[in-house]
């Protein structure tokens, strides 16, 4: 019997399922903006913040810390797209550095406050009795503190300085935010799985680990989202009355302290382009946040 020869063309290459995996997330990013706008809006202006902070030193057209006392209290002009403030400083070169340091500030206090958050919050949840109680008292007693004076003696204590204030802010989010990952971990603790894993011989610590945390991620995504804003404002307000970024790194709420009040008549511009840009990204975190919430928690699924 004659054995027929295969002469056809080479078989194309096999594919790795990029293209796929594009089409899954630009299809699932299209039903995000369609569903949500405005935390679509919101995941642009964060997006438009990183590319920024990240490429700061190549688009920001002029050192901003030098000094140039010619160019003092410029408005708005095609030399200087945003002004100048009163040291002649380019503000739009400040502005854009100074992005840098909120993306520093917001993302380091936010993962330096998960770890602790975590383990307060599930800990407290998972061995309940006198142990949950004493971590809810000091909870409490932090939490009763007005979060301003509590950054402000935490930063007299540890100094001003970037990683100082990042620390001191996520001090504040660790415990409030704890109180949202016992909440969600009493929830799983009380699923049959876990029941199960326990009838098995499994540790605590293994319970803990394999099946607690886990199933935990999911509100402490949210709430960190959420709370991003809150510490992009805190550290502006730090800033602001002295304790946070020190001159002259140009910090947004330092751009909106000190000398700069006195010219808020003579050249507004110096108070309110950074009060706006503040403002703006705050809205913009938050909405994503809210949208973010609104997806990932059950309770508000196709709301």
Not at 91 to 119: C, F, N
Not at 226 to 243: N, R
């Amino acid at each position: 019997m004659a054995v027929e020869q295969q002469t056809g063309a080479a078989a194309p290459p096999l594919r790795l399922g990029t293209d796929s995996r594009l089409s899954r997330f630009l299809s699932t990013t299209w039903r995000f903006a369609r569903r949500k706008p405005l935390g679509a809006v919101g995941a642009a202006i964060l997006v438009i913040l990183v590319l920024t902070a990240i490429l700061a030193d190549v688009i920001a057209p002029y050192d901003p810390v030098v000094q140039s006392q010619s160019e003092a209290l410029q408005s708005p002009n095609s030399r200087h797209l945003a002004g100048t403030d009163q040291f002649g400083r380019d503000m739009l070169s400040r502005l854009i550095h100074g992005a840098r340091i909120s993306i520093y500030v917001g993302v380091g206090a936010t993962i330096l406050s998960i770890v602790p958050a975590m383990a307060i919050g599930v800990t407290s949840a998972f061995f309940k009795g006198s142990y949950d109680y004493g971590i809810q008292r000091i909870v409490d007693a932090v939490q009763a503190l007005p979060g301003l004076i509590l950054l402000i003696a935490i930063v007299a204590i540890l100094g001003t300085g970037l990683w100082n204030v990042i620390v001191a802010l996520s001090f504040g989010r660790a415990f409030a935010s704890s109180r949202i990952v016992r909440g969600a971990a009493f929830q799983v603790i009380s699923m049959d799985y876990v029941d199960a894993a326990r009838s098995l011989g499994a540790t605590n610590s293994r319970i803990m680990l394999r099946h607690v945390v886990p199933n935990v991620f999911a509100p402490i995504i949210v709430v960190a989202s959420l709370g991003f804003g809150q510490i992009i404002i805190a550290e502006a307000s730090l800033s602001f009355l002295g304790f946070g970024i020190q001159p002259p790194a140009p910090s947004w709420g330092g751009m909106l302290a000190g000398e700069a009040r006195a010219y808020m008549y003579a050249a507004p511009h110096i108070l309110w382009i950074p009060a706006l840009t503040l403002g703006l990204v705050v809205f913009g975190v938050n909405m994503f946040g809210d949208a973010l919430r609104d997806v990932l928690d059950p309770r508000l699924r196709g709301s």
